[in-house]
C-alpha cells in the first residue's frame, strides 16, 4: 500500500480550491486527473524534443519518433502484450472499438452471424455494433445481467452459440462497477468458435490487465481515464488477426508505396494510423501509465478495495438511497438514487459543497432503463481517492436531503 | 409578481441556500401543466432532467406553460415563464436573458453544462415567438 496523502501531492489539479476549499473529486471514472510527471513530460517534449513523428531525419524528428515508439512499448508492458506491434494508437478507446466496427468486423460479418454484448455495455461498445448489424444484416444479441448487476454465467453461456462471431464485453461495467470474468468469457467465445472484443476503460483504471492471460482477441482503453491525456487512446489486437484486417482510415503514414493509381499498405501497427499521430499524447499516456505501474496495480487495487468496502458502508447511512450495482465483484463505481430528489438537483448541492460526481445516464442508456431509472447519480474511485472524499459525499447527501425535504 | 420585484427579493439572500430555497418555492407555485402535455412532443430536448413547454397562442401575445421532473429545473421555468410570459412575439425576441439572470445571480444557470437545459428552453421559446410573427 502507499500514503495516499503523499500521492495526492503529485495531482495539481487536488490542492486547487474551488471558493476558497478543496474538492472532493470523485468522477474519476468519467476522467482521470493527471500527476505532473505527465504534465511535465509533456511539456518537455515539446520544449525540447518535437517534430513530427516517424518523418524527417533531423535531431527533434527522431527523438519524438522514439519517444512515441517508446511509448507503444509502455502500452504493451501495460496490457502484457506480446508484441509492440500489437498497440494501435487511437483517438480513445471509442476509436479503438469502431475501428475494428470499421475493418475487422465489415470485413468477417454476413447475414446470419451475432454479435452478442451484455446489458451493461456503454454505448461505446454498443452503438458501433447496431450500425454494423445494420450494414451487414448480422444480428446484435443481448444477454441479460442480474438486477444486483452481477454477471450471470449461464446467461452468457446460453446465448453463445455458432452463430456468434463476435463478443464484445466490457471488463468492468461504468455504473455498476460489476466485474466480468474475461478469461473465462474468452474461453467460451473461442470454444463457440466467436472472437472476443474487452472494453477495457473502467478495468484499466484500477486493475492489472494481461491480454496473453485472458486470451481476448482485442482490446480498448483510453488514456484520459488512465491518468493521461484526452486525444488518446489505444487498440490493443492479436497480431495475427490484425495483420489480415483492411485499413481503417486512408492518407499519410499508413502506407508502403503510393503511385497515382495505386497504394499498398504499410504492415500492423502503421496500417491503422493515418495521419500525424498524437504523439505527444501518447508519451503523456505512456507517462500515466508508468506512473500507476511504478504504485503498483496490485497496490492501487487494494487501496480501492478498502475504500470501496468504506463507501458502500457510509452511503447505507443516507436516508432513502439505493445503491444500483452491488454485485459481490465490483469496484470502485458507486450509482445510487435518492427516492423523491432528481439526481440533477442532488448534483446541484453537491456542486455547491465542492462534491464532484456525475449524473445522467452514464453513456449508457438502456443499462439505466434496464435497472428501472432514467438518470443516476454516481461516484467513483481513482487511485488518489481518500475516506475524506466520501464522508465529504455523505455529508453533502445529508446536506440535500435536508435541502430538499424542507417544506 | 414582475421580474423586476424578483430581482429586487434577490438582493436580500445571503448564501445559495436561501437563494435556492426561493426559486424552489418559485417552481412549487407555478401554474401547473397538465399530465396530458408531459409527453414527448412537448419535451424540450437537450436537458439532463425532462423539461416540458407548451405555448398558447394569444392574438398578441404568446402564453407559456411548463415542467418539469427536478425540482430546481422547475424553479427556473418559474422564473423564464416570469420572463417571457403573455408579451409579444417581437417582445420576447428582444428580451436579453443572459442580462436578467446575471441580475438575479442566477447566471451559474447559463453555464455550457447547465446552459443546455435552460437555453435550450429559451431557444425554444424564441422559435414559437419566430413562428408567430411569420404567421402574423
Known sequence: MYDVWQIRKDFPILQHMVNGRPVAFLDTAASAQKPYQVLDKMRMVYETAYANAHRGSYTFAEEITTEFEAARQTVQKFLNAK?????????????????????????????????????????????????ICEITGAKLVVFPIADDGSYIKEEY????????????????????????????????????????????????????????????????????????????????????????????????????????????????????????????????????????????????????????????MRLNEVPHL???????????????????????????????????????????????????????????????????????????LLKAERFFREE | MDIDELIDNFAFFENWEEKYQYVIDLGRKLEPLEACYKTDEWKVKGCQSQVWLVPTFAPNSIHFCGDSDAILVKGI???????YNDKSAEEIKSIDVAKIFAKLGLEENLTPSRRNGMMSMVEKIRQYADGATRAD
Open chain 1, 157 to 312: 453461456e446460453k446465448h453463445l452459440n455458432e452463430h456468434t462471431k463476435l463478443v464484445a464485453i466490457t471488463a468492468m461495467s461504468n455504473v455498476l462497477g460489476t466485474v466480468f470474468p474475461i478469461k473465462e468469457m474468452a474461453k467460451k467465445a473461442h470454444d463457440a468458435g466467436a472472437e472476443i472484443l474487452v472494453d477495457a476503460c473502467q478495468y484499466a483504471v484500477h486493475n492489472k490487465i494481461d491480454v496473453q492471460d485472458w486470451d481476448c482477441d482485442f482490446l480498448a482503453f483510453s488514456g484520459h481515464k488512465t491518468y493521461g491525456p484526452t486525444g488518446i487512446g489505444a487498440l490493443y489486437g492479436k497480431a495475427e488477426i490484425m495483420e489480415n484486417m483492411p485499413p481503417y482510415q486512408f492518407g499519410g503514414d499508413m502506407i508502403d508505396h503510393v503511385t497515382y493509381q495505386h497504394t499498398s499498405f504499410a504492415d500492423i501497427p502503421a496500417r491503422f494510423e493515418a495521419g500525424t499521430a498524437a504523439s505527444v499524447q501518447a508519451i503523456g499516456m505512456a507517462e500515466g501509465l508508468k506512473y500507476m505501474l511504478a504504485l503498483g496495480m496490485e497496490n492501487i487495487e487494494a487501496h480501492e478495495a478498502e475504500l470501496t468496502h468504506y463507501a458502500t
Open chain 1, 322 to 396: 439505493t445503491q444500483v450495482g452491488t454485485a459481490k465483484n465490483k469496484g470502485g463505481v458507486f450509482s445510487f438514487d435518492i427516492s423523491g430528489i432528481h439526481p440533477q438537483d442532488l448534483a446541484f448541492v453537491l456542486n455547491k459543497e465542492n462534491v464532484a460526481v456525475r449524473t445522467g445516464h452514464h453513456c449508457a442508456e438502456p443499462l439505466v432503463n434496464r435497472l428501472g431509472y432514467t438518470s443516476l447519480a454516481r461516484a467513483s474511485l481513482g487511485l488518489y481517492s481518500t475516506k475524506e472524499d466520501i464522508d465529504a459525499l455523505v455529508t453533502a
Open chain 2, 77 to 83: 421555468i418559474a422564473i423564464v415563464l416570469m420572463i
Open chain 1, 83 to 131: 508484441e509492440p506491434r500489437e498497440i494501435v494508437f487511437t483517438r480513445n478507446a471509442t476509436e479503438s472499438i469502431n475501428l475494428v466496427a470499421a475493418t475487422w468486423a465489415m470485413q468477417n460479418l454476413r447475414s446470419g452471424d451475432e454479435i452478442l454484448i451484455s446489458q451493461a455495455e456503454h454505448h461505446a461498445n454498443l452503438v458501433p455494433w447496431q450500425n
